[in-house]
């Protein structure tokens, strides 16, 4: 079971968006992640007239590691670590670590 997925919101505590907050648009690979809105990077892209696309500079989100973001628990107004709770019918299930309560 992963502990970061979609749509989860997310809270980045380190790098130069240190602070900033957003939803996870997709996975990466199992260990990268990309923050809507967040680590925004400008690609130089060429004009590609078969395909209709016009050159020019694109700004567009990089992925971040899963080291430098936590999960953002509303509660308690903070990042927080994820743990995964088993019941006793053998089923997962995400919880919030500083306080146990279910993330979804």
């Known amino acids: 079971m992963q502990k970061i997925k979609p749509?989860?919101?997310?809270?980045?505590?380190?790098?130069?968006?240190?602070?900033?907050?957003?939803?996870v648009a997709k996975l990466v690979g199992k260990d990268r992640v990309v923050v809507a809105g967040v680590n925004m990077v400008k690609r130089h892209t060429?004009?590609?007239?078969?395909?209709g696309q016009p050159g020019g500079i694109i700004e567009k989100?990089?992925?971040?590691?899963?080291?430098?973001?936590?999960?953002?628990?509303?509660?308690?107004?903070?990042?927080?670590?994820?743990?995964?709770?088993?019941?006793?019918?053998g089923s997962k299930k995400r919880i919030f670590k500083s306080n146990g309560s279910a993330i979804d």
């Open 61 to 89: 989100e990089a992925s971040l590691h899963v080291s430098n973001i936590a999960i953002f628990n509303a509660e308690t107004n903070k990042g927080d670590r994820v743990g995964i709770s088993i019941a006793e019918d």
């Open 7 to 23: 749509n989860d919101e997310v809270i980045i505590v380190a790098g130069r968006d240190k602070g900033k907050r957003g939803n």
């Open 46 to 51: 060429k004009a590609n007239p078969n395909a």
